[in-house]
């Protein structure tokens, strides 16, 4: 496969006040939208396992304990055209199973429509991983998931779109 799964198939995103975030098997995306002109300096960020802080100019913008563990040393921030600040988090627990229904604990949560393509995406994400020759970029889910299989009890409920 030439691109990431993500690149192929696009990301469920959760939309916040600041921004959005979204995930894939093994990443969190936080996308926090900043005023124009913003520079690095103006910047701090503070990433640990279980808690995340940013704040601009001063101002913060998020802080809170994550609801999940992260890889702490793994953890990046960039701050892209001057405009936004993404950071990067690497979940400790890599499995469809781990599909994060909120960013922090208590606030961003996704509604549930939002949870249920979160957690589709994963699982195809894990097909693909486990199938590496096959390309479920373009693949749909069916029947209700939770925690990376069916209600049913079965993980292998899809529809393949070969191209």
């Known amino acids: 496969m030439s691109a990431p799964f993500e690149e192929r198939s696009g990301v ?34 503070g990433l640990q396992s279980r808690h995340v802080a940013l704040a601009v100019g001063g101002r913060e913008i998020l802080k809170g304990k994550l609801f999940d563990s992260t890889i ?9 055209d001057r405009k936004m600040v993404r950071i990067v988090l690497t979940k400790t627990k890599r499995d469809a199973a781990n599909c994060w229904t909120s960013l922090l604990e208590s606030e961003y949560a996704a509604d549930p429509w939002v949870q249920d393509q979160m957690q589709r995406k994963l699982t195809l994400e894990r097909f693909q991983k486990e199938n590496p020759g096959f390309d479920f970029s373009g693949a749909e889910i069916s029947g ?20």
């Open 72 to 80: 702490a040393d793994e953890g990046t921030w960039t701050l892209e």
């Open 12 to 45: 469920v995103p959760c939309g916040t006040p600041w921004g959005q975030w979204y995930q894939t098997l093994e990443e969190v995306f936080i996308e926090v939208q900043v005023p124009p002109g913003t520079r690095a300096q103006d910047i701090q960020c």
């Open 144 to 163: 209700n998931y939770s925690k990376g299989v069916t209600e049913e009890g079965g993980s292998r409920m899809c529809e393949r779109h070969m191209t």
